[in-house]
């Protein structure tokens, strides 16, 4: 049986980087008022789409279709400025994790190309 990032990871440690990522958005000016106050959804939604990811369970798919991140975010700006800002969270909460430093490498060059496919304005 092959053993999935997901499993080395662990799920304790995939959900205390999410949380910890939206306790950072929360304190960001530009960022937070993009989520609308449903913080605690958002946070669940990245973490579900993470764990499936990652190869874990496909409960994100079963409660919300194909991911089609693009697609998902077209309603909010993907520009310099998010982009810088949504990967400045996303580094202060990897560096705050005990996720191992080839996995935290290996999810920051995820992140980073992600964030560039999702640019979505000139
Ligand atoms: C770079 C700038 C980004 C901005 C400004 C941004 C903004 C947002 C916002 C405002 C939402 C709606 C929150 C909600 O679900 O209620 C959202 C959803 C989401 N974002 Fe991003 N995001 C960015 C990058 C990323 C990246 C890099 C990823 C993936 C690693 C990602 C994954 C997701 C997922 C999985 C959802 C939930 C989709 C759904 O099921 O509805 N986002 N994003």
Known sequence: MEVSLYDKIGNEKLRKLIHDFYTEIKKDEL???LYEGDFEGAE?????FMIQYLGGPT?????RGHPALRR????YPVVDD????????MQVALSKSEIEEEHQAFLWE???KTAEFLRNRP
């Open 31 to 33: 960022m937070a008022p």
């Open 44 to 48: 669940e939604r990245l973490y579900l």
């Open 59 to 63: 409960t994100y798919s079963e409660q």
């Open 72 to 75: 998902r975010h077209v309603p």
């Open 82 to 89: 998010t982009i810088a800002h949504w990967l400045r969270n």
């Open 110 to 112: 995820y992140f980073q």
